[in-house]
């Protein structure tokens, strides 16, 4: 699995998509960033890092990981590199699981770099009340939020390999944000599998009624329904040349 | 019995209800180049990726190397190289790279073995160019390299002279007959080009409407072209009575046309004495030409025949 992930580094060699997910992951605390000039949104480092894991985790992520997931599994079909792959050979599910891992590990990398560049900004912004600690809780909550966030993605993996375009994924994705900043503080909220993640990971959901039981069972029937379902029709359905 | 490395049983694949590949019975021997012939949308491809997995039958068998792939896929398909249409590469790679990731997904990356695949094919001048500005001859070749790079011993390669031009295409003649012939590599090879299944191929499949009609050696393929003799002469009327006085018909065995052209279709090697007769009886003959139906109309005549 080591020199499957390796060669899925080298697949995104020279690749735009990965510099645009690396700034996209830059985005959130730039933007909270220029808010703190001009918004007077808090001058501390904990309400800098709450606002990054918020926008970054309960919107922008849902937008950026519905753009990387189409382009890790729609690239093999658009660039007719997956006929390629399977006839080294590598069995498809192990083609798909190694394709898993690396978005989870494209996403570990987008954490960091969220993370870091959130710390970066506010040192330049001049915030105060900043500790190590704050900083590795804050990079605990981004980072649980969004391996939550990647368990609720297995449907938009079915969505990859059924519609190879990018296009749908990129409008499925806005559509979601759109849906998520609609349901954000609503009492359902912790039914939804895509604003749940947040709600978990920053502790919200002890403010609703539902139990967070509830909305991990939701995560995990999600995850197993997009992988089941992402599963039987790769490895059922011939590969379009 | 002979050693088969690809043999198929009534394979057959519907699309939708229409049947794209119809129960054929391919055999491919060891070490031999197998040319498979059709049309666009005969089932060449479609018949290709179900022996490379790509593509599941509806119903048939596919034995390779004698075993049954879906049982041995993970002792079979390593000892496969293909090209399937249009060779699929990674495009913000160059050339060196994706070789890379094909050789260490293989488990068997040897920088050495890249750079000789890469002389091979003609592209160790371009490996540090990205696939994307590669010509499409160029991407043709660095297809036929990674399909050669792990030393298969079957070859499956779908139209693989496409967009190469004439050098090109002699060069990758040339190295297919040297693997075959140097290194016993079997290789099924498909095109819609006559000329170029003509050169390479040691047996031909000709496929039409999903249907293998037949397999032949070239041997076979040129004993199966229709010859005819052709005679100029002075005299055509008279000619022409002597033919029939030899119980020759017209139509069936000859025909003829004023300008003084007959074209005997039977009794081929007595052209020697008809020549004489013909002399004998004071007709000139100004020509005597044997011809041969080329390949091009065979093939239109075979597929319509069947």
Same mark, same amino acid.
């Given at each position: 699995?080591?020199?499957?992930?390796?060669?899925?580094?080298?697949?995104?060699?020279? *690749?735009?998509?990965?510099?645009?997910?690396?700034? %996209?992951?830059?985005?959130?605390? @730039?933007?909270? !960033?220029?808010?703190? =000039? $001009?918004?007077?949104?808090?001058?501390?480092?904990?309400?800098?890092?709450?606002?990054?894991?918020?926008?970054?985790?309960?919107?922008?992520?849902?937008?950026?990981?519905?753009?990387?997931?189409?382009?890790?599994?729609?690239?093999?079909?658009?660039?007719?590199?997956?006929?390629?792959?399977?006839?080294?050979?590598?069995?498809?599910?192990?083609?798909?699981?190694?394709?898993?891992?690396?978005?989870?590990?494209?996403?570990?990398?987008?954490?960091?770099?969220?993370?870091? *560049?959130?710390?970066?900004?506010?040192?330049?912004? %001049?915030?105060?009340?900043?500790? @190590?600690?704050? !900083?590795?809780?804050? =990079? $605990?909550?981004?980072?649980?939020?969004?391996?939550?966030?990647?368990?609720?993605?297995?449907?938009?993996?079915?969505?990859?390999?059924?519609?190879?375009?990018?296009?749908?994924?990129?409008?499925?994705?806005?559509?979601?944000?759109?849906?998520?900043?609609?349901?954000?503080?609503?009492?359902?909220?912790?039914?939804?599998?895509?604003?749940?993640?947040?709600?978990?990971?920053?502790?919200?959901?002890?403010?609703?009624?539902?139990?967070?039981?509830?909305?991990?069972?939701?995560?995990?029937?999600?995850?197993?329904?997009?992988?089941?379902?992402?599963?039987?029709?790769?490895?059922?359905?011939?590969?379009?040349? | 019995?002979?050693?088969?490395?690809?043999?198929?049983?009534?394979?057959?694949?519907?699309?939708?209800?229409?049947?794209?590949?119809?129960?054929?019975?391919?055999?491919?021997?060891?070490?031999?180049?197998?040319?498979?012939?059709?049309?666009?949308?005969?089932?060449?491809?479609?018949?290709?990726?179900?022996?490379?997995?790509?593509?599941?039958?509806?119903?048939?068998?596919?034995?390779?190397?004698?075993?049954?792939?879906?049982?041995?896929?993970?002792?079979?398909?390593?000892?496969?190289?293909?090209?399937?249409?249009?060779?699929?590469?990674?495009?913000?790679?160059?050339?060196?790279?994706?070789?890379?990731?094909?050789?260490?997904?293989?488990?068997?990356?040897?920088?050495?073995?890249?750079?000789?695949?890469?002389?091979?094919?003609?592209?160790?001048?371009?490996?540090?160019?990205?696939?994307?500005?590669?010509?499409?001859?160029?991407?043709?070749?660095?297809?036929?390299?990674?399909?050669?790079?792990?030393?298969?011993?079957?070859?499956?390669?779908?139209?693989?002279?496409?967009?190469?031009?004439?050098?090109?295409?002699?060069?990758?003649?040339?190295?297919?007959?040297?693997?075959?012939?140097?290194?016993?590599?079997?290789?099924?090879?498909?095109?819609?080009?006559?000329?170029?299944?003509?050169?390479?191929?040691?047996?031909?499949?000709?496929?039409?409407?999903?249907?293998?009609?037949?397999?032949?050696?070239?041997?076979?393929?040129?004993?199966?072209?229709?010859?005819?003799?052709?005679?100029?002469?002075?005299?055509?009327?008279?000619?022409?009575?002597?033919?029939?006085?030899?119980?020759?018909?017209?139509?069936?065995?000859?025909?003829?046309?004023?300008?003084?052209?007959?074209?005997?279709?039977?009794?081929?090697?007595?052209?020697?004495?008809?020549?004489?007769?013909?002399?004998?009886?004071?007709?000139?003959?100004?020509?005597?030409?044997?011809?041969?139906?080329?390949?091009?109309?065979?093939?239109?005549?075979?597929?319509?025949?069947?």
């Amino acid at each position: 699995m080591l020199t499957f992930i390796k060669m899925e580094f080298l697949k995104l060699k020279r *690749s735009n998509i990965f510099l645009l997910s690396l700034m %996209g992951a830059v985005l959130p605390p @730039l933007l909270m !960033f220029i808010a703190v =000039f $001009a918004f007077d949104e808090g001058s501390t480092f904990d309400m800098l890092f709450t606002n990054v894991n918020m926008y970054m985790s309960a919107l922008f992520a849902i937008m950026l990981f519905s753009i990387m997931i189409s382009y890790l599994f729609g690239r093999e079909y658009n660039e007719h590199t997956l006929k390629t792959m399977l006839t080294i050979p590598i069995s498809r599910g192990k083609f798909l699981a190694s394709k898993y891992v690396m978005f989870l590990v494209w996403i570990l990398i987008l954490t960091v770099v969220t993370s870091l *560049s959130a710390l970066v900004f506010g040192f330049i912004a %001049g915030l105060e009340g900043f500790t @190590l600690k704050l !900083f590795m809780d804050s =990079f $605990a909550q981004l980072l649980f939020a969004n391996i939550l966030l990647f368990l609720t993605f297995s449907p938009f993996v079915f969505l990859s390999l059924f519609i190879t375009n990018m296009v749908p994924a990129m409008v499925g994705g806005a559509g979601l944000t759109l849906v998520n900043m609609l349901i954000y503080g609503q009492t359902w909220a912790p039914y939804v599998p895509w604003v749940c993640p947040y709600l978990i990971a920053s502790g919200e959901i002890a403010e609703y009624a539902t139990s967070p039981t509830v909305s991990y069972g939701i995560i995990l029937v999600t995850f197993l329904i997009g992988l089941a379902i992402s599963y039987i029709y790769f490895t059922k359905t011939d590969v379009a040349i | 019995m002979a050693d088969y490395v690809i043999e198929t049983k009534d394979l057959s694949k519907i699309y939708s209800k229409t049947k794209v590949v119809d129960s054929i019975n391919m055999h491919v021997e060891k070490g031999k180049i197998y040319g498979l012939l059709g049309k666009n949308g005969a089932g060449k491809t479609t018949t290709m990726c179900m022996l490379l997995n790509l593509t599941y039958p509806s119903s048939g068998e596919v034995f390779l190397f004698g075993k049954d792939p879906k049982k041995y896929s993970k002792e079979i398909y390593p000892k496969i190289g293909s090209i399937i249409e249009t060779p699929g590469f990674y495009e913000n790679l160059t050339a060196y790279e994706n070789l890379k990731i094909i050789a260490k997904l293989r488990g068997e990356y040897n920088p050495v073995n890249i750079n000789s695949v890469l002389k091979m094919v003609n592209l160790d001048q371009e490996k540090s160019k990205k696939f994307k500005d590669f010509s499409l001859g160029m991407k043709q070749r660095l297809g036929i390299a990674a399909a050669i790079m792990h030393s298969p011993e079957l070859l499956i390669l779908d139209e693989p002279i496409n967009g190469l031009d004439p050098f090109g295409i002699k060069e990758i003649r040339t190295l297919l007959k040297r693997l075959s012939h140097e290194f016993g590599i079997t290789i099924l090879i498909s095109s819609h080009i006559l000329s170029e299944i003509e050169n390479i191929a040691d047996v031909i499949g000709v496929m039409d409407e999903g249907i293998l009609i037949e397999e032949f050696t070239r041997d076979e393929l040129f004993r199966k072209l229709n010859k005819h003799v052709e005679f100029e002469v002075s005299d055509v009327d008279l000619a022409v009575n002597i033919l029939k006085k030899l119980d020759l018909r017209d139509n069936s065995d000859f025909t003829f046309n004023i300008d003084g052209k007959i074209c005997l279709y039977s009794h081929l090697e007595m052209r020697d004495k008809f020549n004489a007769l013909f002399v004998k009886a004071g007709v000139d003959v100004k020509k005597v030409n044997l011809c041969e139906e080329n390949l091009e109309e065979f093939f239109t005549r075979f597929v319509s025949n069947n």
